[in-house]
């Protein structure tokens, strides 16, 4: 993380690239350090199993009916089943594997979108960052999910065009911290000196800078499968989802629209909720301690009852 | 920069920012191929006269540039267009949904606002206690949860108790005006509480981690080293710098509070803006989508507008 060991150092001339801080590279460092981060991790990972194993441990298939309509829990049903006499617990399972995949793919066409105009923005400088900054800017101010509706309703409902529409809405955040983060470590003397030795441009943001915003990066990215979930459950609960697909968003649409709630049938409702709430509190968990493990600023507490440290003063904080 | 200069250059953004969201509009439901509009004139045997009525209603048979420029004299005119739905000229529609949406979503947000800000700062203040570890997770339990599950389990739990569909009672016969106003208060309470529920896990976050900030600054140890309590450095100097980047995000949020009204207003029925979204998406009335999302994007560019100039008066090391 030599983000803030640079900020010291810069100008003197005796920094190279960031040294390897112990054994086993920042995230390793990350999950020794924070209790919360092994737990987000934990539940990410125990979720993604779950999605890949899908068509191997769902109990029933999801296409037949094998219960009662809206039968309540039983060992047959460990949690019930919906209006059409399928089994519940199938059907989140199934529809976890989906909702993941949306949420990836669009987080990952997002943070190509992102990620390529924050580095052109920030590398290149000058009027082109002038021009897409401002684009991104209004894109920023622009309302998310009346956006995402409109675009949703005027191309039509599917599962491809779920995952562009939630990656077009996410890019900007992205975009904004990478362009910062580039054109901070783009000024550091090591990406000069490469530079005058003769790197290209390509070489230099693959090899130097993005290696250095990478920590960040990732808890962007983690944080923002979190929102592209949220995002795919609100446009299927509002119709514009891929009719046909099972996910976590179209499980709670239907429960809504099929008057389980008047039917009693919590069942129906509750544990798909309770799936993307998780889902997204690993990704907060896991993100959030990235973040603050990259600002030292929150180490120091000068109120604090438990920690009252002063602020460092030297780089003796870092080595620690 | 002075005072004039910077509220100038936000007023140009704002308007700009509005210009966008029109033009989006337009590309949207008139220039990509295969758009809404041009496919309202391909009805399947047509009579060759009624398609060429239909295309001169909606100046389909002009060029593109010049339908664009119609459409921004139309809309300079404050004509929007007419609602498939009900033949009711879409602003008309929208203006009663606007004046339902924003009392509710107002008391929402400062509920929200009010229980973040102290939450948030109590974590702050004691951090790393029992109380910061219960009140983050609370928080972030409440930013996961999807807002239209959230209104769907309060809606098992609670709708014996309080009114939970629409906003006024149709039994109650020429209420006096006070018995009206308790009437919608009731009405409010569910939907309301809901959109406080949602934002203000968010709000806590936020003010919490910018209180951790300023709490490390040199300032709060010289307030403390000058005798003042801990109450008064907390409330004097270090909320006080908090509020700064607390304000950015309120207003940045603006998004989620609009996404959160379209879908409780859904699931509440409540007769604003959002369930004119919802209704509009599902008998795919696309003058009226177009409509609410000029009306929502206008809206938040203008409280952003506003949490602009308040930044302003808050910060004068903008100035500089």
């Known amino acids: ?320 | 920069m002075r005072r004039a200069d910077y509220v100038i250059k936000r007023t140009f953004f704002a308007f700009v920012t509005i210009f966008v969201a029109i033009t989006l509009n337009f590309f949207l439901f008139r220039v990509i191929p295969g758009d809404a509009v041009s496919n309202l004139a391909r009805v399947p045997h047509a009579t060759p006269a009624l398609r060429q009525a239909l295309e001169e209603e909606f100046g389909l048979d002009k060029p593109k540039w010049e339908q664009y420029l119609i459409y921004l004299k139309q809309l300079a005119h404050g004509n929007m267009g007419v609602s498939f739905a009900n033949q009711e000229p879409v602003w008309s529609n929208l203006k009663t949904a606007l004046a339902n949406t924003l009392p509710m979503v107002t008391l929402g947000t400062v509920i929200a606002i009010v229980i973040g800000l102290i939450t948030g700062v109590l974590s702050a203040w004691r951090r790393k206690t029992k109380l910061d570890h219960i009140s983050t997770n609370v928080a972030i339990a409440f930013y996961a949860f999807p807002t239209q599950w959230l209104a769907l389990v309060l809606l098992i739990y609670l709708s014996g108790f309080l009114p939970s569909h629409g906003m006024t009672n149709d039994f109650l016969l020429n209420p006096t005006p006070w018995e009206h106003f308790k009437d919608v208060g009731l009405h409010m309470i569910l939907p309301a509480m809901t959109l406080a529920l949602t934002l203000y896990g968010q709000y806590t976050l936020v003010v919490r981690s910018s209180m951790l900030e300023t709490l490390g600054e040199d300032y709060v140890l010289t307030a403390r080293a000058k005798g003042f309590t801990q109450r008064k450095v907390v409330t004097r100097h270090a909320l006080r710098n908090a509020m700064l980047p607390t304000t950015t995000l309120i207003a940045l949020s603006l998004g989620y509070i609009v996404a959160g009204a379209i879908l409780i207003e859904t699931v509440f029925s409540w007769p604003g803006i959002g369930s004119a979204v919802y209704q509009a998406v599902t008998q795919r009335d696309y003058p009226m989508l177009q409509g609410a999302f000029l009306v929502l994007t206008v809206s938040v560019v203008a409280a952003n507008f506003v949490a602009d100039l308040l930044y302003f008066k808050l910060d004068p090391r903008i100035t500089e």
């Open chain 1, 1 to 320: 993380m030599g983000v803030r060991a640079d900020s010291v150092a810069d100008g003197t001339g005796l920094e190279g690239p960031p040294p390897r801080r112990q054994r086993g590279g920042w995230f390793v460092q990350v999950l020794r350090e924070s209790t919360q981060a092994k737990v987000g991790l934990g539940v990410l990972l125990f979720f993604i199993a779950v999605a890949l194993l899908a068509p191997w441990i769902a109990p029933y298939s999801v296409h037949e009916q094998t219960g009662a309509v809206y039968c309540p829990p039983s060992p047959r049903h460990p949690l019930g089943c919906d209006d059409g006499g399928i089994d519940m617990l199938s059907l989140l399972i199934v529809g976890g594997r989906t909702s993941l995949i949306v949420g990836f793919a669009a987080t990952f066409v997002a943070m190509i979108i992102g990620g390529g105009i924050g580095i052109t923005a920030g590398y290149r400088g000058g009027w082109l960052d002038g021009v897409l900054m401002r684009i991104t800017d209004y894109f920023l101010v622009i309302p998310d999910l009346p956006l995402a509706i409109i675009i949703a309703a005027v191309w039509g409902a599917s599962l491809t065009h779920l995952i562009f529409v939630i990656a077009l809405l996410l890019w900007t955040t992205t975009a904004r911290i990478v362009r910062s983060q580039v054109k901070s470590v783009r000024e550091r003397v090591y990406v000069k000196r490469t530079r005058s030795l003769g790197a290209g441009s390509s070489r230099i943001v693959f090899r130097h800078v993005l290696p250095q915003i990478a920590p960040l990066l990732i808890a962007n990215t983690v944080l923002t499968v979190a929102i592209a979930i949220f995002d795919e459950t609100a446009l299927s609960f509002l119709g514009l989802g891929d009719p046909s697909a099972v996910t976590w968003g179209s499980i709670i649409e239907f429960a809504f629209l099929r008057s389980a709630i008047s039917a009693g049938a919590w069942w129906a409702i509750i544990p798909a909720g309770l799936c993307v709430a998780f889902v997204i509190m690993g990704c907060y968990w896991l993100g959030q301690s990235i973040e603050d493990a990259l600002n030292p600023r929150l180490k120091v507490a000068h109120l604090s009852p438990r920690s009252f440290r002063l602020r460092p003063i030297s780089r003796r904080e870092d080595a620690e």
